[in-house]
C-alpha cells in the first residue's frame, strides 16, 4: 500500500536551514509529481513546493520562492525540502504528497524558534 514517511524536521533558529525527506514506497515514485504542504496549527493547509515527475520543473508560493527549494531522487524514492532562511512563520508541520492522490503521511515537525 502506499506509503510516506516524512523526516528531518527539528527546532531551529530564525535564519537557520533544515532538510526535510519523504520516503515513499507502494507504487511507482517515478511517475507521480510531488508535493510538499506544511499546517500551522488553527491554520489551512499550505502548499509548498511542487515538483514534476522528472525533477526537471519546480513551483513555489511566494511565501518560501527563493529560500526552499524541493528535490527528488527516483532512484531512492525520496522527495527533499531543502529550507534555508527560516522565519517563525515556516513552523508548521510539514507534510509530502503524491500529485493526484489523497493520502497523507504522519508529517514532521517544523519549528522555528530562538
Do not use: H
Not at 528531518?8 to 514506497?25: E, F, K, T, Y
Not at 509548498?48 to 527563493?66: D, E, L, Q, R
Not at 531512492?76 to 512563520?89: F, I
Amino acid at each position: 500500500q502506499v506509503q510516506l514517511v516524512e523526516s528531518g524536521g527539528g527546532l531551529v533558529q530564525p535564519g537557520g536551514s533544515l532538510r526535510l525527506s519523504c520516503a515513499a514506497s507502494g507504487f511507482t515514485f517515478s511517475r507521480y509529481g510531488m508535493r510538499w504542504y506544511r499546517q500551522a496549527p488553527g491554520k489551512a493547509r499550505e502548499f509548498v513546493a511542487f515538483i514534476t515527475t522528472t525533477g526537471g520543473s519546480t513551483n513555489y508560493p511566494n511565501s518560501v520562492k527563493g529560500r526552499f527549494t524541493i528535490s527528488r531522487d527516483n532512484a531512492k524514492n525520496t522527495v527533499y525540502l531543502q529550507m534555508n532562511s527560516l522565519k517563525a512563520e515556516d513552523t508548521a508541520m510539514y507534510y509530502c504528497n503524491i500529485v493526484g492522490v489523497d493520502y497523507w503521511g504522519q508529517g514532521t515537525q517544523v519549528t522555528v524558534s530562538s
